[in-house]
């Protein structure tokens, strides 16, 4: 016989969004029962996932930290094992290791409309086996990427390759790469914080890219933010600095958007001004596109132009003919020498974990559904998911979800509601892709997810000012969303 293991709450996943979740729920939900399934060993998701040289954060950590617990360490971007620790100190100082299971990894989920109650399943850690659980309420803090496997495009005669291929998604541990000559392929955040780590200790790399990115130099120490932890303490320097760092990211935003030919020269400039004289800028640092139209790659203190200049690194833009025995032969007919080839192509893009849903034994299609302030999704009750944001930090967002996901509980137990279910009503609205990006692992993928909407709480807004208002101040009633008695406690009553 199967036993299936009820709470009000089931949370996925036990990265940033999960923990963040599991905080709000026991501080502000204390009556709220709750678990977090884990389908890997350990906490952290993507900061556990990842083990390659030099792995950080892009974002500053004041913001990308949570709004409840102050970030003090001395760098504002921050070390993958930093990031874990803090995560760890999350867990630990709310005692939230208790409702962690894991090893668990969820296939499936079904919501039943008559009992109100979502059916889980999952793997059950270590074998084959399946094991259920039941809960009133979903939230997905999946990520948004298959853990499995990262993107590699197909290059002709890898085979061939005499050397090490290696993927950044899949680092292997015991990779010595001291005196070895690397080549990264990619232009992307990976390969950025890649190179200059390498860098030194490899003989040389190399970063291969078919077209170049924005590259942006910021300080990895924030010195403002620094006093401020001394003068004012640490909570109150958290707000400051959050809130400076928010209106400081969000405005460069905003100018890419309204000058985007300015803000283009200026950042090719910051760029230029960082490099020898005779460094060929046009052709390896001045992309096709305007900024922002894909994430910009931030370098803490410019320590990729660092190690161009002192020739330990050197960028190719070209495209690749093929695989060789000893490197890479190029479209141009150059061949790089190679003793390790790093392809930091990026990820594979994976909506909710792969999380088959069904609403009363119809499969939900993610493509048919439209995101509810980017939070819920139309016709699947009692299901919130948590995705960030891409053009700041990703959990400014998902802290707004988690405030608004308790106030959405309060609000249906002062009502005696047992579900809660978007409904769009208006089938000729307008639906647009999730995210609005052009890099390639968005536009792979970004079919597969559900839709955006073009009017009201169907509408995706990257911007934390906005969502503040909405998700925040704003009511959690709303004409799109139908509230419901479910018919066992109709019935009952
Ligand atoms: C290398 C790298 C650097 C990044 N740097 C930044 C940055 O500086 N700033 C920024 O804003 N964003 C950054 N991002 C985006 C980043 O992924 C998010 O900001 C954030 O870490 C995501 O947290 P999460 O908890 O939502 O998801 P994840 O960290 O992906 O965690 C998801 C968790 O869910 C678990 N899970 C997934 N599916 C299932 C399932 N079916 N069953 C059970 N468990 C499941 C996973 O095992 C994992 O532990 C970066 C991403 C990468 C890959």
Not at 453 to 460: H, I, L, N, Q, Y
Request: with cysteine.
């Amino acid at each position: 016989m199967t036993t299936t293991t009820h709470f009000d709450v089931l949370i996925v996943g036990a990265g940033i969004s999960g923990i963040g979740a599991a905080y709000h729920l026991k501080t502000y939900r204390p009556g709220t029962t709750f678990a977090i399934l884990e389908g890997r060993e350990s906490i952290g998701g993507t900061w556990s996932l990842f083990q390659y040289p030099g792995i950080r954060s892009d974002s500053d950590m004041p913001s990308f930290g949570y709004g409840f617990k102050p970030w003090t360490h001395r760098k504002a971007i921050a070390d993958g094992h930093v990031i874990m620790d803090y995560l760890r100190q999350t867990v630990t100082e709310n005692r939230l290791e208790e409702h962690i299971r894991f090893g668990y990894r969820v296939l499936g989920a079904q919501f039943s409309s008559p009992e109100g109650l979502w059916t889980v399943t999952a793997r059950h850690p270590g074998s084959d086996e399946t094991v259920q659980f039941s809960a009133r309420f979903l939230f997905l803090g999946t990520g948004y990427y298959d853990y499995e496997a990262g993107f590699t495009p197909e290059f002709q005669g890898v085979e061939d390759f005499a050397g090490q291929v290696v993927h950044p998604q899949h680092w292997p541990q015991d990779l010595d790469y001291t005196g070895k000559r690397v080549v990264v392929i990619g232009s992307g955040a990976t390969a950025v914080t890649l190179i200059p780590s390498m860098a030194g200790r490899a003989a040389h790399v190399t970063m291969l890219q078919r077209s170049p990115s924005y590259v942006f130099s910021i300080p990895a120490e924030d010195a403002i933010a620094n006093v401020l932890n001394k003068v004012v303490g640490p909570r109150r320097a958290h707000r400051i600095t959050r809130r400076k760092n928010v209106m400081l990211n969000r405005g460069i935003y905003q100018a890419c958007q309204r000058a985007p030919k300015l803000m283009r020269k200026l950042l090719i400039a910051n760029v230029r001004r960082q490099l020898p004289k005779n460094f060929d800028v046009d052709t390896h640092f001045t992309p096709r596109y305007n900024p922002w139209d894909q994430r910009l790659c931030m370098v803490p203190d410019g320590d990729l132009f660092k190690v161009i200049s002192a020739g330990q690194a050197s960028v190719i833009t070209d495209r690749i003919e093929r695989f060789t025995k000893t490197g890479i032969l190029l479209e141009s007919g150059q061949e790089l020498a190679a003793d390790i080839i790093v392809t930091a192509t990026g990820l594979n893009m994976l909506p909710f974990g792969k999380i088959q849903l069904d609403v009363d034994g119809q499969p939900v299609n993610l493509p048919d559904t439209t995101v509810y302030k980017s939070m819920m999704l139309s016709g699947v009750p009692n299901l919130v998911f948590a995705v960030g944001y891409t053009n700041i930090s990703w959990t400014l967002k998902v802290d707004l979800v988690c405030e608004h996901f308790c106030r959405l509980l309060d609000h249906m137990d002062a009502h005696g509601y047992h579900t809660v279910e978007p409904v769009l009503r208006d089938p000729d609205m307008q639906r647009v892709p999730l995210l609005d990006m052009s890099s390639g692992y968005v536009q792979r993928a970004i079919a597969k997810f559900p839709r955006g909407g073009t009017s009201g709480p169907w509408t995706v807004q990257m911007a934390y000012e906005k969502d503040v208002e909405r998700l925040r101040r704003g009511p959690v009633t709303d004409p799109a969303l139908e509230f419901s008695v479910h018919q066992a406690a109709r019935l009952a009553s």
